[in-house]
């Protein structure tokens, strides 16, 4: 089982940039695909970014392309998420989840919450306008 601690959330104004990182800890991390979701008041939790397995593929929600980064370090492991031309739709909590995968699923990309067995505690994200 792996533990998920996500940290780096904050409160910062409409342009500003952000990075959230997720420590992972308790197994190895480089079996894992690893993915962020993001849940706003109201509102069903919903993918923002994943990366799998390998490490050199990404996939994003359309209402982050090209704003946020996902990208991660297994020596440290840890995945984070750079946000840029932060909007104020983008305020929510946001959650890191790890999916343990097969070797024959290393360069797959995961975007569902069902799709993920572990997650972390969130982090609270706010932009103001």
């Known amino acids: 089982q792996v533990q998920l601690i996500e940290s780096g959330g904050g409160l910062v104004q409409a342009g500003d940039s952000l990075r959230l990182s997720c420590a992972a800890s308790?197994?190895?991390?480089?079996?894992?695909?690893m993915g962020w979701f993001r849940q706003a008041p109201g509102k069903e939790r919903e993918f923002v970014a994943s990366?799998?397995?390998?490490?050199?593929?990404?996939d994003y929600a359309d209402s982050v392309k090209g704003r946020f980064t996902i990208f991660g370090d297994n020596t440290k492991n840890t995945v984070s998420l750079q946000m840029s031309t932060m909007k104020p739709e983008d305020t929510a909590v946001y959650y890191c989840?790890?999916?343990?995968?097969?070797?024959?699923?290393?360069?797959?990309?995961?975007?569902?919450?069902?799709?993920?067995?572990?997650w972390g505690q969130g982090t609270q994200v706010t932009v103001s306008s």
């Open positions: 990366i799998n397995t390998r490490g050199d593929s990404t």
């Open positions: 989840a790890a999916r343990l995968t097969a070797r024959s699923t290393f360069a797959v990309t995961w975007r569902r919450p069902g799709d993920y067995a572990y």
């Open positions: 308790g197994r190895t991390f480089s079996n894992y695909a």
